[in-house]
C-alpha cells in the first residue's frame, strides 16, 4: 500500500505564479461567504462565461445528458471512449472556460475520446445531494445513449473529485455498472470537520488556494444539517470493494492531502487496484492550472499512462475485463 510522491523543481515563474495566487486568489476567495445572493449568482454567471465552440481542435457544444446540461467536447460515437469530467469549485462555482475544459480537451485529444462536463446544480442553493444526484442522472444518460460502462472514464478536481468517488458509492448502491475507471483529483473526503484531519492544519500555511472560512462555508452548506458521515457526502467513510481501477493525484502542499491518502488507503485494503500520486508544491487542483504551470503538463501525461495502461491489460486478457454492464 505505497504511494508516489513526486518531487517537482519549480522554475521562477512558476514560483511567482504560486506567489500570485497565495496573495490574491486565496484572499479573494475568502469574501465569498460575506457576499449577497444577488452578487453571488452575479459572480456565477461571470464565471461560465467566455466557453468556445473549440478546444484543442475538438467541437464544443452545449448537450443535454440524462436530463443534465453540459458541455461535450468531441464527437459522438457510443463505440467510443468518453470522459465523465465532474468540475470542481467547491460545489459553487460552474466550470471554467479557461481551466476545466482545456484540461478536458487535452485528456480527450490523448485519449481519443470525448468527453462531458455536466453543469450540476451548484451551492448556496442546491445542498447535497443536487449534485450527485445530477452526476448519476448524467452517468446513466451515458449508458442509456449506449455508451458501455467500460468505455466510460469518471474524472474530476476538488469538489468534482469528491463527486467522482461519491458517484462510484451511488453506483455501487444501486447496483449500476461501474466506469473503466476513476481519476479523483485533490478530493474532499471527509465533510465531518475542517480540522478532522491533519494535512488540513498542518498545511494551513502552505495551501495556496483555498482559505480555512470558505472551506469551513462550504462544508456547512454542502451537508446542510444531514449526517456528514454518510459514504454519499464524504466518501472516505464509505466501502470501496468492488470499485474499478483508481488514480488519486493531490498536491502534498495541500490541506486536503490527508482526504486523498485516506481514501487512497481504504481502497487498497478493499481490494481495489490503486495509485497515489503526491505532488510536491503545486497548488490545490493544479492539472487544471496546465496553462499557468508547465509542471501540471506532467500530470496530465501520468494520469493518460494509468488510463493507457488498464486498456494494454484488458486487450491482452479480454475475459479479465469488468462485466458490469446489466
Known amino acids: 500500500m505505497s504511494y508516489t510522491t513526486v518531487t517537482t523543481t519549480l522554475s521562477f515563474r512558476s514560483k511567482l505564479r504560486i506567489i500570485l495566487l497565495r496573495t490574491f486568489f486565496k484572499r479573494l476567495q475568502s469574501l465569498i461567504g ?12 461571470k464565471g461560465a462565461s467566455g466557453v468556445q465552440s473549440e478546444y484543442c481542435g475538438l467541437p464544443q457544444r452545449c448537450q443535454v445528458i440524462g436530463n443534465v446540461p453540459g458541455s461535450w467536447i468531441g464527437n459522438n460515437s457510443e463505440n467510443q471512449r468518453v470522459i465523465l469530467y465532474l468540475h470542481g469549485g467547491a460545489f459553487l462555482f460552474p466550470a471554467s472556460a479557461r481551466l476545466q475544459l482545456p484540461l478536458l480537451a487535452r485528456l480527450c485529444m490523448d485519449l481519443g475520446a470525448s468527453g462531458f462536463m455536466p453543469d450540476y446544480r451548484l451551492l448556496p442553493n442546491h445542498p447535497f445531494p443536487a449534485a450527485l444526484d445530477d452526476c448519476e442522472s448524467a452517468y446513466q444518460g451515458l449508458l442509456n445513449a449506449g455508451y ?19 458517484l462510484l458509492h451511488r453506483l455501487k448502491r444501486h447496483n449500476l455498472p461501474m466506469p473503466q ?23 494551513t500555511k502552505r495551501e495556496v488556494l483555498i482559505p480555512s472560512s470558505t472551506f469551513n462555508n462550504m462544508l456547512l452548506w454542502y451537508v446542510n444539517a444531514q449526517d456528514a458521515s454518510h459514504p454519499e457526502i464524504s466518501p472516505l467513510f ?8 483508481l488514480l488519486f493525484v493531490a498536491s502534498n502542499d495541500e490541506i ?16 481495489v487496484q490503486a495509485e497515489l500520486k503526491l505532488w510536491t508544491e503545486l497548488p490545490h487542483a493544479f492539472p487544471i492550472f496546465e496553462g499557468n504551470f508547465p509542471e501540471a503538463g506532467i500530470a496530465r501525461v501520468e494520469i493518460v499512462r494509468f488510463i493507457e495502461q488498464l486498456n494494454m491489460a484488458k486487450d491482452k486478457n479480454p475475459a479479465t475485463t469488468q462485466g458490469n454492464d446489466p
Not at 460575506?34 to 454567471?45: E, G, N, T, V
Not at 481519476?183 to 498545511?203: E, K, M, Q, Y
Not at 464509505?238 to 474499478?244: A, L, T
Not at 486536503?256 to 481490494?271: K, N, Q, T
Open 148 to 166: 458501455r460502462s467500460e468505455n466510460i472514464i469518471c474524472m474530476g478536481e476538488s469538489a468534482g473529485g469528491t463527486l467522482v468517488l461519491s
Open 256 to 271: 486536503l492531502r490527508d482526504d486523498s491518502l485516506l481514501s487512497f488507503e481504504r481502497a487498497c485494503e478493499s481490494g
Open 181 to 203: 475507471c476513476a481519476v479523483p483529483i485533490s478530493p474532499c473526503t471527509d465533510f465531518g470537520g475542517a480540522h478532522r484531519l491533519p494535512s488540513r492544519w498542518l498545511n
Open 34 to 45: 460575506k457576499m449577497s445572493p444577488h452578487r453571488f449568482a452575479d459572480l456565477q454567471l
Open 238 to 245: 464509505g466501502d470501496y470493494s468492488g470499485f474499478p481501477p
